[in-house]
């Protein structure tokens, strides 16, 4: 398996939809989830740009991306019928939008909504509500506020 790097220091630059494609090629950027000539990370079909980004990435390896890969698609094309809990981060996500006026709150509001759907992805879809605590040890046994 081949895997692309991701680079730790990348930024979403959020603009107008009319200007990305200009204001990505101005300052050399990935258009991401837009359409337009050149933009490999967008819709396609049935596939989200997520579904773009573990194509492009060669990310498609991994069981638990490809998992959380039909949840996102489920969410961000309006078929939440697609995975059960596709629903959940459509509604979360959409919480979100109103949430925030700013769209880099936003994403960072929303990351640990992702990561934690990850997590359930790679290692917690067996498990029903009556689970055990997974909590880190080093957070066991203290009070919570």
């Known amino acids: 398996m081949r895997l692309c790097a991701v680079d730790p220091t990348s930024i979403f630059l959020f603009a107008p939809t009319a200007d990305v494609l200009a204001i990505a090629g101005w300052v050399s950027a990935e258009p991401f989830d837009i359409e337009g000539d050149g933009v490999r990370r967008s819709h396609r079909g049935q596939h989200c740009s997520f579904d773009a980004m573990v194509e492009g990435f060669a990310l498609s390896g991994f069981e638990a991306l490809l998992r959380l890969a039909v949840?996102?698609?489920g969410a961000d094309t309006g078929n939440p019928e697609l995975a059960p809990e596709a629903a959940g981060p459509?509604?979360?996500?959409?919480g979100l939008s109103r949430m925030f006026d700013d769209d880099n709150a936003q994403l960072e509001a929303g990351m640990l909504l992702y990561d934690a759907?990850?997590?359930w992805?790679?290692?917690?879809t067996g498990e029903t509500h009556n689970w055990e605590s997974h909590q880190p040890a080093a957070l066991r046994g203290k009070a919570r506020p």
């Open 71 to 73: 949840v996102v698609r």
């Open 90 to 94: 459509l509604a979360a996500s959409l």
């Open 117 to 119: 759907l990850y997590r």
């Open 121 to 124: 992805s790679r290692d917690a």
